[in-house]
Nanobody, 122 residues
Framework: QLQASGGGLVQPGGSLRLSCVAS????????WGWFRQAPGKEREWVSY????????CYRDSVKGRFTMSGDNAKKTVYLEMHSLKPEDTAVYYC?????????????????WGQGTQVTVSS
């Protein structure tokens, strides 16, 4: 139901744009989130978008570098990532929460995509 794409290998300081498309979820009734999981670490929340895209929130370590946006007509959300660092290396997952409340916990999200690998390395 969720398909994430756009990952790849990028040098430190570079940029990538991730996309997540869903066939049934819109940006009006659902909160969409991005999470990531680095090797040997727990999955962590990165950002969310809600209220038809009017509200976004980011974890501190990506603020000012990552931007989440959405296109309700396409049922797609994006994660623009700039000034990438090696510590951003992880598998990135998109997820959807029923309802439009703010949500940063894994347990808040019922639907998950398959993940896309982001590797930041020189």
């Amino acid at each position: 139901q969720l398909q994430a794409s756009g990952g790849g290998l990028v040098q430190p300081g570079g940029s990538l744009r991730l996309s997540c498309v869903a066939s049934v979820f819109d940006l009006v009734r659902y909160t969409w989130g991005w999470f990531r999981q680095a090797p040997g670490k727990e999955r962590e929340w990165v950002s969310y978008i809600r209220n038809s895209g009017r509200s976004t929130c980011y974890r501190d370590s990506v603020k000012g570098r990552f931007t989440m946006s959405g296109d309700n007509a396409k049922k797609t959300v994006y994660l623009e990532m700039h000034s990438l660092k090696p510590e951003d290396t992880a598998v990135y997952y998109c997820a959807v929460r029923v309802g439009s409340a703010a949500a940063t916990r894994i347990a808040d999200y019922a639907y998950w995509g398959q993940g896309t690998q982001v590797t930041v390395s020189s």
